[in-house]
């Protein structure tokens, strides 16, 4: 059975780096997209973007600006950076393995992380 | 962007009853549609994906269907476990949007 578990801190300030790890137990990292979704009461839920175990990656136009997304394939753990947050940035941040089978979906989820963006 | 709209946004149903939502694509996603259910505190749990494929694991009372633009969810015997949110999801392009939400409330 696949775990993810995020890990980092839960109060960043404003025009900081928001930095989130994500572990994944119970399988590899390999042939799968690692995956940040985020969710806020004012914006429901929000895909971030996603890294392929080779290290391909693909953001969301509306974040990738800001958006840094990193694997370790041989500590099974991913990263989230995002700079410059403001309290818009304030959500829970899920991370998630995407996989193909017929189609492409989420199907294991972290518990998400609480992240709130205030001074 | 792929805009996904759900409704309804709430609804009311009893023990027993059949629930039928909806979602609709801003443009054809063929059957690129995943369906979670989201309860207070937790993360999205997947029901379907490719628009009609039950997840292993996910009881038979869960169902979906649709093609293009237009897909529906259907608990055919609500039980208590299925009081949640709802949420449609496309995959067909980046970034990969999701619907707004069916809550399911007790009625």
């Known amino acids: 059975q696949v775990h993810l578990q995020e890990s980092g801190p839960g109060l960043v300030k404003p025009s900081e780096t928001l930095s989130l790890t994500c572990i994944v137990s119970g399988g590899a990292t390999g042939s799968y997209y690692w995956s940040w979704i985020r969710q806020s009461p004012g914006k429901g839920l929000e895909y971030i973007g996603y890294?392929?175990?080779?290290?391909?990656?693909d953001y969301n136009p509306s974040l990738k600006s800001r958006v840094t997304i990193s694997i370790d394939t041989s500590t099974n753990q991913f990263s989230l950076r995002l700079n410059s947050v403001t309290a818009a940035d304030t959500a829970v941040y899920y991370c998630?393995?995407?996989?193909?089978?017929?189609?492409?979906?989420?199907?294991?989820w972290g518990q998400g992380i609480l992240v709130t963006v205030s001074s | 962007d792929i805009q996904m709209t759900q409704s309804p946004s709430a609804l009311s149903a009893s023990v027993g009853d059949r629930v039928t939502f909806t979602c609709r694509a801003s443009q054809s996603i063929s059957n690129y549609l995943n369906w979670y259910q989201q309860k207070p505190g937790k993360a999205p749990k997947l029901l379907i994906y490719a628009a009609s494929t039950l997840q292993t694991g996910v009881p038979s009372r869960f169902s979906g269907s649709g093609s293009g633009t237009d897909f529906t969810l259907t608990i055919s015997s609500l039980q208590p476990d299925d009081y949640a949110t709802y949420y449609c999801?496309?995959?067909?392009?980046?970034?990969?949007?999701f619907g707004g939400g069916t809550k399911v409330e007790i009625k």
């Open positions: 998630a393995r995407r996989i193909y089978t017929s189609s492409f979906y989420f199907d294991y």
């Open positions: 890294i392929y175990y080779s290290g391909s990656t």
């Open positions: 999801q496309q995959s067909y392009s980046s970034p990969f949007t």
